[in-house]
Structures are given as structure tokens and as C-alpha cells.
């Protein structure tokens, strides 16, 4: 158990639908990541905030956003929701110091039909 | 983050040590190795990290040439649980994200 706990385990939604994926990170942790891992990509980094600020961005696109709230836990929003949409959205965590390792949750499963 | 080479597949009988090789020729001074694996779509997770030394966990020994051109992970007993794809990736001071690539799927095999 790497102490990263997301929810909900499993989304179906429908295209145009819009979705939040809760992610609580490790006690102490000030950092959080959001990953997506579709079936023909591999894990691709999409935004990290520390303590409540955004840091970086990567391939995240214009339809989704991200906050991370004062208790530290993080919310992705995915919005207009396409087929292509459909992943495995993984949220890490990490104390946010030079070079701590991440600490990956289980993932949330979306499926949009 | 600089570019790593893993195989894409290795085997490994259960109960004998697994070596997974990564290069990584174009490291830069400030870069760390990490690896991580991850079991059939759960998250990924973090076994080992080192900058020059050879370090050990529960878990798992890296062994970094002295180079640092490449690099070797040890499982020294795997287990069928270590089947997975497992992951070499470089990481600097001035990136907190990981870039995963491909990786190499190890099979453990009874």
C-alpha cells in the first residue's frame, strides 16, 4: 500500500460527460502528480502541484484541469469527455523535496462510451 | 530527462536473481537512476534510486557503472509477484516528474 488513495476505482461515462478524480496523497507529502496510461500509450505525465501551486505541466489537454486543495488532496477535471479519453489516470505523490520518489496510487479506470 | 535503453523483455526462473539492464550514455551529472515497476495495470512502484553509489533496499541493488553510462537492477530471488513491467528513468534536480518510457517486461517463470 503506497499510502496514495484515489477514487473512484472505476468511471463509465458517457462522450460529452464531464468527471472529477479524487486523489488523497500520502500524509506529508506536499507534492501531487497526475499520470494517464491508455491502452496504446504508455504513462504520460500531466500536471504536478505543490503545496496547492501548479509546478509543471505536460500533455494535459485544454479539457482537463486540476486543482490541488489548503488539505492538499487534488481533484482532475475532465471535461467534453471523448472515447479517446478512456485510460487509467494514476495520481502520485512525493514530499516535494529534490529527488523524492514518487508513490503511485491504484489508479482511477475511466471508460467513456 | 535523458533517454534510457531497457530490453523490451527478459525471463527469469523463480528463485534465481534477475538483472535488468538499462544505458543511459547521455546522463547528465546531476541525474539520478530510478526504477520502478508496475503489476498489471496498479500504479507503478517505486523499488530503488542512486546517483554513483551502488545502493540496496528490501527490495532490490542497483549497481551503476562507474561511467555511469549504465546501469543494473537486481532482484536477488524473484518470485512470480516480481512478473512486471519494469521501468528505468532518469531523473535531475530541476525536474520532479518522471518520464516513463517502454520499459522491460520481466516474466517469471516456475
Known amino acids: 500500500d503506497s499510502g496514495v488513495t484515489q477514487t473512484p476505482k472505476h468511471l463509465i461515462t458517457a462522450t460529452g460527460q464531464r468527471v472529477t478524480l479524487r486523489c488523497s496523497p500520502r500524509s506529508g507529502d506536499l507534492s501531487v502528480y497526475w499520470y494517464q496510461q491508455s491502452l496504446d500509450q504508455g504513462l504520460q505525465f500531466l500536471i504536478h502541484?505543490?503545496?496547492?501551486?501548479?509546478?509543471a505541466k505536460g500533455n494535459i489537454l485544454e479539457r482537463f484541469s486540476a486543482q490541488q486543495f489548503p488539505d492538499l488532496h487534488s481533484e482532475l477535471n475532465l471535461s467534453s469527455l471523448e472515447l479517446g479519453d478512456s485510460a487509467l489516470y494514476f495520481c502520485?505523490?512525493?514530499?516535494?523535496?529534490?529527488?523524492?520518489?514518487?508513490?503511485f496510487g491504484n489508479g482511477t479506470r475511466l471508460t467513456v462510451t | 530527462d535523458a533517454k534510457t535503453t531497457q530490453p523490451t523483455s527478459m525471463d527469469c526462473a523463480e528463485g534465481r536473481a534477475a538483472n535488468l539492464p538499462c544505458n543511459h550514455s547521455?546522463?547528465?551529472?546531476?541525474?539520478?537512476v530510478y526504477w520502478y515497476r508496475q503489476i498489471h495495470s496498479q500504479g507503478p512502484q517505486y523499488i530503488i534510486h542512486?546517483?554513483?553509489n551502488n545502493e540496496t533496499n528490501e527490495m532490490a541493488s542497483l549497481i551503476i557503472t562507474e561511467d555511469r553510462k549504465s546501469s543494473t537492477l537486481i532482484l536477488p530471488h524473484a518470485t512470480l509477484r516480481d512478473t512486471a513491467v519494469y521501468y528505468c528513468?532518469?531523473?535531475?534536480?530541476?525536474?520532479?516528474?518522471?518520464?516513463f518510457g517502454k520499459g522491460t517486461k520481466l516474466s517469471v517463470i516456475p
Open positions: 542512486g546517483l554513483k
Open positions: 502520485a505523490s512525493s514530499t516535494g523535496t529534490v529527488n523524492s520518489p514518487l508513490h
Open positions: 528513468i532518469l531523473s535531475g534536480a530541476g525536474s520532479y516528474q518522471l518520464t
Open positions: 502541484y505543490y503545496n496547492g501551486e501548479e509546478r
Open positions: 547521455t546522463i547528465s551529472g546531476n541525474e539520478y
